[in-house]
Each structure stands twice: as C-alpha cells, then as structure tokens.
C-alpha cells in the first residue's frame, strides 16, 4: 500500500532559527495534506497541495510539492514558541488518510 | 458551530473489559473516520463510515474491534476484552457531504485516550 516517509523525526531548533521538514513516497501523490498536532491535542489541518510544483504561504510557513507530486516540504521561518508541536504530512488514498510519522519541532530553551 | 466531539476524553480500563468510545461529527458532516496514535507516532487509518453504513473497514483489527454510525447518535468504536496492546489514543474526525469526501479537509475531535491496566 501507499506509503509517506517523513523525516527527520525530531528537530531542536533555538527560537528565530528556521526549522523544514520532509516527506517523501515512492509512489506518486495524487494530493499531500500538512497538519499540526500541539502537545496532548489533536491534529489540526494546516494546508492542501495538489498541483504539480505547487507553493502556497502562511505567514511564516511555506508549503511545497515537488514537480513529480513524489515529495513535499514544509518550512517554518524564524521559529517562535507558538510553534512547538509535531508537525505530519498526510496523503489522501481513497477515504483514507495516511499519515507521515511526523516531526517534532522543540524549541532549546 | 461545535467542532467534533468525542467522550471520554480518557477512558481507564482493565484487561478484558470493554470499552466504547464516542464521536459526535460536526453538524452538517456524514462522513466519519476513526484513527488511532500510538505514542511518538502518526494516526493510523481504522474505519470510515456514514450513516448507517461501514464504508471502509480495512483498518480495523479483525477481532474484538467494531464501529457503527447509527441514523441517530454519535458513531462508536467499540473494543471488546481490552489488552495492554490497546492502549492508545482514538481520534474521530468528519467531513462534509459537499464537494464528496475524496478532497475534503478532515476535522478532528479531541481525541481519547484510551489506558489498558
């Protein structure tokens, strides 16, 4: 089946740095959804990408899909406390949703 | 407009016993999905369904797993003679009808977290 490799599992980064995270398939992605779990919370939508090179921005965060829809990439800019949480790519197959293993965003205190 | 809710928000059960788990989608929404998160891991796809009907099951474990999503009430994922190997945490989420599922963002409840002693 369909799977979506996302790396790296964790990233510390010092607040203002910027922090990227990736995910890949071996098999092409009809579409990649990118969603934001804080600390004990549930999973919250941030962006769909469906298009072929597509780029879309959310003040800081820049959503990227690659040109063969096999990857995409996800970068925060300037990194603040508000941004702590895992961050996971998710893939719509069907009615299914299948999920990246996510990467942890830690801020060095 | 409330989101989508689920209850118990933690549920603590012994070996062998059964739990229910509750969601109640957005209103307006027919479609829902249950997922499960294991600690430092992604959600893993259960079953989706609408109303009244399973339309995905080939997530759920093939014994002492079920769901419904009655014509009235919220859904249930039920676990039967709970093991240690259960304890996780169970996400619902739902989408609307409009535009059909295949696209659509997926709103998720609270979750709950589910502790087999």
């Known amino acids: 089946g369909q799977q979506v490799m996302q790396i790296p599992q964790y990233q510390h980064v010092q607040e203002g740095e910027d922090f990227t995270t990736y995910c890949n398939s071996s098999?092409?992605?009809?579409?990649i959804q990118w969603y934001k779990q804080r600390p004990g919370g549930h999973p919250v939508f941030l962006i769909q990408?469906?298009?072929s090179g597509e780029v879309k921005k959310q003040k800081r965060l820049t959503f990227q899909f690659g040109e063969a829809k096999k990857n995409s990439s996800l970068h925060i800019t300037a990194t603040q406390t508000t941004d702590v949480g895992t961050y996971f790519c998710?893939?719509?197959?069907?009615?299914?949703?299948?999920w990246g293993a996510g990467t942890k965003l830690i801020i060095k205190p | 407009n409330a989101g989508v809710m689920q209850n118990p928000r933690h549920l603590v059960r012994r070996r062998g016993q059964e739990a229910r788990l509750r969601c109640s989608p957005m209103?307006?929404?027919?479609?829902v999905y249950w997922y499960r998160q294991l600690p430092e891991e992604g959600l893993k796809f259960m079953v989706y369904?609408?109303?009244?009907?399973?339309?995905?099951e080939s997530g759920m474990p093939k014994e002492r797993f079920s769901a419904e999503f009655p014509k009235e009430g919220p859904s249930i994922l039920r676990i039967q003679q709970v093991v240690r190997g259960d304890s996780a945490a169970y996400f619902c989420?739902?989408?609307?009808?409009?535009?059909?599922?295949?696209?659509?963002?997926?709103?998720f409840g609270p979750g709950t977290r589910l502790t087999v002693l």
């Open positions: 989420a739902s989408s609307p009808d409009q535009g059909g599922p295949s696209y659509n963002e997926q709103f």
């Open positions: 209103k307006g929404h027919s479609h």
């Open positions: 369904l609408q109303k009244e009907n399973i339309i995905d």
């Open positions: 098999t092409t992605l009809s579409n």
């Open positions: 990408l469906v298009k």
């Open positions: 998710a893939c719509r197959s069907n009615y299914q949703l299948i």
